[in-house]
């Protein structure tokens, strides 16, 4: 009896030192180390994709306030003669969209210049550079739209649609932007992984840009695991 439960032991033991270690991730010469991004290097990549998005936003805006009224300071769509208002506003969205989606699509994979920058990326939570689809929605719906008042081209859009239908939407949409660009922040800064509203929507997250890990911290890891 008891010769078979020490067999059973050492099967046991012989199974767990027999499973394989983590693999790494294709690509790569041994497994990376995948951690959210810390709230500094996160704050100033989007000081830095504010700005540069706001001025994708405001170049044709400003074009045609100078073709149309000879002032290029014109930021107020109401002020351009119509339908050139909708004409600029519409151009200013599509350009600033376009700062946001195309770069982490594809120029660098998962960074806007910000993020470059200040290596960050955006991607899936193991790691992995999300599609372009998860881009737009974060971007575009989540980013642009839902969190209206974290980047220019949310007043933009908000200033169209008054345009188009003579109903002041600028005040009301302010106000929910700005609450829910509160509730986005508040998670950021209290959550562990720092995922937001529109991170949540496009299933993404933030990272400190995925390294190897050093032998050190391997064999730790191996450690931990076994």
């Not at 709230?39 to 149309?68: E, K, N």
């Not at 839902?146 to 003579?166: E, K, P």
């Not at 529109?198 to 050190?216: I, N, S």
């Amino acid at each position: 009896m008891s010769s078979k439960k020490h067999r059973k032991r050492r099967d046991r033991s012989q199974d767990h030192c027999s499973q394989p270690s983590p693999r790494p991730r294709p690509g790569t010469a041994r497994a990376v180390q995948i951690e959210p991004a810390s709230l500094s290097h996160r704050f100033f990549a989007y000081l830095i994709d504010w700005y540069l998005g706001a001025l994708c936003t405001m170049i044709p805006i400003s074009v045609i306030a100078q073709w149309q009224t000879g002032d290029m300071t014109i930021i107020n769509l109401l002020d351009i003669p119509s339908p050139w208002g909708l004409v600029a506003g519409a151009a200013g969205t599509l350009l600033g969209a376009t700062y946001y989606v195309a770069f982490p699509a594809r120029v660098w994979k998962g960074q806007t210049p910000g993020k470059r920058l200040c290596n960050v990326v955006i991607a899936n939570p193991d790691g992995t550079a999300p599609s372009v689809r998860q881009l737009l929605i974060r971007q575009v719906l989540g980013l642009i739209i839902i969190d209206g008042a974290l980047v220019s081209a949310s007043s933009i859009w908000h200033q169209m649609l008054t345009v188009a239908t003579r109903i002041n939407f600028v005040t009301p949409l302010m106000y929910v932007g700005f609450a829910l660009s509160a509730i986005s922040i508040l998670m950021i800064v209290l959550r562990r992984d720092h995922r937001c509203i529109h991170d949540f929507l496009a299933g993404t997250e933030v990272l400190a840009k995925p390294r190897p890990y050093t032998e050190a911290e391997a064999d730790r890891r191996a450690h931990t695991i076994d």
